[in-house]
């Protein structure tokens, strides 16, 4: 049985696909940069922002046609780990998933901490999942070593298994019920996520591998590992894991420029009232010794990154992550 969406005053679906920025209504300044960017690219799909609790969409959102979708699963609560970096909005790819069944044929559920630099998502979304009910980007932990076992699985006791990242995760919204998969979430949620992880851990286990890997031009997890590299592949979504998001201070020298501003122009014109990108327009170089680490860390990597690149024959078609 479905959930009940429930979406913004004035927003009624143009397509039957979607792409959704999660995020609860304290990351929405953030939110509203890569939404902003996808609703002005033009392509053919709905651009959304959803969120466990409905939010009062700023006009100039409502204006470039992005709506928001809120989604909740109550019967699941009790079982969902969080913490203070984490709302219940890190789960809105299982939420969706399962309230938008009827509703979206095909989502594209991304993190807030996104930017969004080219690509055509509609084709993405009409790609051939092979089957399965999820695609998604490998996780970066397994880039360079695909047969890396997770700590998540040995914690669970079982095999090595191909691993995605929860930042950008694709749906099929009918495959997604007709596999059980909110039913296998549950059950795993309440005997062994807590301690285990979040909803890259509760995704992750109850997939076990069964799962179309995407290209990771559209989940480019950057870190000083991919840093120079980023502006050889040319990504279509740059995800900014870990902690030094490119609003913050802590990025800086780290983190290009165009990214920073990228947000900081967002945050300043309809957001005023947020805390500011400071330095986004001054260009700051990392510590010689750093830079040395980074550089040897992607020569050293050379190889197995362009081995796992070549996985992919273009950046609209899906494989086989145990292949």
Known sequence: MGLTPIFSAGFQPRSDLAVIVACDANYLPYAAAPALAMASAGYPHDVLIGGPEPVDMPQFLRDAGIGHVAARDETLLDALPLDARRSLATYMELFLGNALRGRYRRILVIDADILYERGD???????????????????????????????????????????????????????????DLPARAADFARRHLAGLGRDQALMNGILKGEWAEISPLWNWQFTSASAHLTSMVDPCLIHFIGTRKPWLESSQGIVPMRMREAFGRVLAQHFPDAPPVRGATRRYWPETGELRKILFRQWRAAGPMIRYLNRFPDQYTLVDPRA
């Open 121 to 179: 998502p509609a084709q993405l979304l009409v790609a051939d999942m092979l089957g399965n009910a999820v695609a998604a980007v490998r996780d970066n932990r397994q880039w360079r070593t695909p047969g890396r076992k997770v700590s998540e699985f040995s914690k669970l006791g079982e095999p090595a298994h191909p691993y995605f990242n929860a930042g950008v995760v694709m749906i099929d919204t009918e495959a997604f019920a007709e596999q």
